[in-house]
């Protein structure tokens, strides 16, 4: 197979971690890597066909033409900043939140957000044919190869604009890391209380199985909707060791009672 | 086979609505079912065998042994002061947080809590197999009764203290009642930008797959855990014209930053 385009990668995170290799076994190739931190870019690298690893974030010679920035939302300025691109280069970076025209400090007029809406941790394998792709650009020329690309590893790629990509992303706060953050306050009440997390495990399993499928609107149950006030009180009254704990069961429970109003 | 209990069953809620057909497909019969909604009772009615439908609360002449109570936690107190039972009946609520001694009200010595911990909604089928059931009691002969009942459903059956099943109702609230609103509020600022819930499916179901499998102290990601003020700071501004929601961003992602400080 020829190779489509070659592809550098800025950054060695979490996203980079999963995306840099999805890429590199299609006919894209991966063909350099940079990354502040050498210990992770030495073990992307490795993690790829033919990369190799850069010391600098200048690319005027590099023979890539598609150029990936999945830092840190915070760090994406910068990088714009300082990176020297080749002739006609596409520049993209990952980010839900991040501004498409922090990448105008590049130079380059061919620029795009290529958003991946998944949750990535290094020691979980990531199937991308199901992670819907969102590509955000001014440039024609940067949308169809952003376009094109996202559609070699998934089924889902859609074209947004500024706004849709900051809803989507503040969407997705709650419903991925919000919720895995009450199953980490639920772990610590059963861990606090010498109970095995196991037992919830189930029920977790259930209440996301029945959300998607009736959706959450319909499947929601427990103390706040049923206006159990009692039970709601001895649940503060058993949470009042913790302020902070006992104020998000307050004020979610508060929400709750709200919207079924 | 033989019958080996007959059963009554007071409450036609979510509860009652897939445990009586679920034992009433074992060798226990559902004999009786009386609810003070008639219409949910008879439509409960109709998806046993046999049962009879109660008007009253005076079992008095009852052939059933075990009587389950499965309804709002608010009217147990008042179902265990009415209902008459039968010599030598075992009498169980099924609630997550009534005490046990609110059964005493019935005049029965032998009285326990038969907890299913599952979320239940009348329209998404459950599977008791996997549903832990939890057991309390002070009476051996209503222990050995409902644990065998419960056997009889489910792999997982425990006894537990009352303390331990506090623990476990908050810490089922946070795992299933609140990360499911979560995902409702997740639905609700994609349905207001008119944008298609089902982007985020494939992100829910990760992130629940990826939790229970590496542990959700492990699998948490995005602005909070990245310590991405800026983000915070943009999603807040974002949610300004929605003060509660605003607010529970504001007091998750707080959490968050304290407790992976």
């Given amino acids: 197979l020829a190779v489509a385009h070659q592809i550098a990668f800025i950054g060695s995170g979490n996203v980079a971690w999963h995306l840099a290799p999805a890429l590199d076994n299609t006919d894209y190739k991966v063909a350099e890597v940079y990354s502040r931190n050498p210990k992770n870019a030495k073990a992307l690298v490795s993690r790829l066909y033919e990369a190799e690893l850069k010391h600098s974030l200048d690319f005027s010679d590099s023979q890539s033409s598609i150029f990936i920035i999945a830092v840190n939302d915070d760090a994406i300025v910068e990088v714009a900043q300082e990176i020297i691109l080749p002739e006609d280069a596409i520049l993209a970076h990952t980010s839900g939140s991040k501004a498409l025209s922090v990448l105008g400090y590049s130079g380059t007029e061919h620029i795009g957000v290529f958003y991946p809406l998944q949750t990535f941790s290094k020691n979980k394998k990531v199937d991308f044919r199901d992670v819907p792709f969102f590509i955000e650009s001014e440039s024609a020329q940067a949308q169809k190869v952003l376009t094109s690309m996202a559609k070699v590893l998934s089924k889902q790629v859609q074209s947004i604009n500024a706004k849709q990509r900051q809803a989507l992303h503040v969407a997705a706060v709650f419903a991925s890391n919000f919720s ?70 307050r004020l979610i429970s508060q929400h709750i009672l709200d919207k079924y109003k």
């Fill in 180 to 249: 895995n953050h009450m199953l980490h306050v639920a772990k610590d009440i059963m861990t606090e209380k010498k109970l095995d997390f196991d037992w919830l495990k189930p029920l977790i399993a259930e209440t996301v199985n029945k959300s998607l499928s009736i959706g959450p609107e319909n499947a929601q149950t427990g103390p706040a909707i049923r206006k159990d006030i009692q039970t709601l009180d001895n649940h503060l009254e058993f949470l009042s060791s913790d302020e902070e704990v006992a104020e998000l069961y």
